[in-house]
C-alpha cells in the first residue's frame, strides 16, 4: 500500500440531542484529542478521513445537527484569510 500523507483537521459539532451528542464525542475520542467542549483535533490519513465521514453521515442526519470538518494549514501556510493570522512559524495554530 503506497504511504499516505496525513493532515490535521478540526471537527466541530453542534447536536441539541444529549444522547447523540454524548454518542458523538466518544466516537471522536477514538480518533482524536479533544481541544474545547465540542471540538476535536484529529490527525488523519485520506482513508481515515473517508472512514470516519462516513460514520459520523451514518450517525447524525442533517436535521439532528450539524458537523464541521476544516483541514487546519499546515504551520507557517495561511489555510483561510477569515480565520485570522499565522501567530508564529512554530506553532500550528491561529489567532484572530
Not at 442533517?62 to 507557517?76: K, R, T, Y
Request: glycine letters at 8%; proline letters at 7%; aromatic letters at 10%.
Amino acid at each position: 500500500m503506497p504511504h499516505q500523507a496525513y493532515k490535521r483537521y478540526w471537527i466541530s459539532y453542534d447536536i441539541a440531542s444529549d444522547h447523540l451528542r454524548q454518542n458523538v464525542s466518544q466516537l471522536l475520542t477514538g480518533w482524536g484529542v479533544r481541544v474545547q467542549y465540542s471540538a476535536f483535533e484529529c490527525v488523519l490519513n485520506p482513508t481515515e478521513t473517508r472512514r470516519l465521514q462516513r460514520q459520523l453521515q451514518r450517525m447524525v442526519k442533517p436535521e439532528e445537527g450539524q458537523i464541521v470538518i476544516l483541514q487546519c494549514a499546515a504551520p507557517g501556510r495561511p489555510g483561510h484569510p477569515l480565520l485570522g493570522r499565522p501567530h508564529d512559524h512554530q506553532h500550528n495554530y491561529w489567532i484572530g
